[in-house]
């Protein structure tokens, strides 16, 4: 299985910024991609942003040129750094992580727990 612990949420004003950390343990074959969703109330759940192991990245227009999303394959950890925060950011962040548990397995999405972001305006 496959233990993602997020980190770095919390309250900040419109315009400023924050830095998500989501570090994966346990005991898996290999992490094919990594990234972060968020969910606002009464939303559904939405990408945020993606990096694959060979560092390729993916960012959901809303938050291009604002968000950028890095990785430290060794550590097994994704960073999402945050900047010019709108009150439209504000929701729960999970980090996700696409890995395989054995090398014939199929690679199955694993979940964090969540951490909130809530941008004041």
């Known amino acids: 299985q496959v233990q993602l612990v997020e980190s770095g949420g919390g309250l900040v004003q419109a315009g400023g910024s924050l830095r998500l950390s989501c570090a994966a343990s346990?005991?898996?074959?290999?992490?094919?991609?990594m990234g972060w969703y968020r969910q606002a109330p009464g939303k559904q759940r939405e990408l945020v942003a993606t990096?694959?192991?060979?560092?390729?990245?993916n960012y959901v227009d809303s938050v291009k040129g604002r968000f950028t999303i890095s990785g430290d394959n060794a550590k097994n950890t994704v960073y999402l750094q945050m900047s010019s925060l709108k009150p439209e950011d504000t929701a729960v962040y999970y980090c996700?992580?696409?890995?395989?548990?054995?090398?014939?397995?199929?690679?199955?999405?694993?979940w964090g727990q969540g951490t909130q972001v809530t941008v004041s305006s």
């Open positions: 996700n992580a696409n890995a395989k548990l054995g090398s014939i397995w199929v690679p199955r999405d694993f």
């Open positions: 346990g005991s898996f074959f290999s992490i094919d991609h």
């Open positions: 990096i694959s192991s060979d560092g390729s990245t």
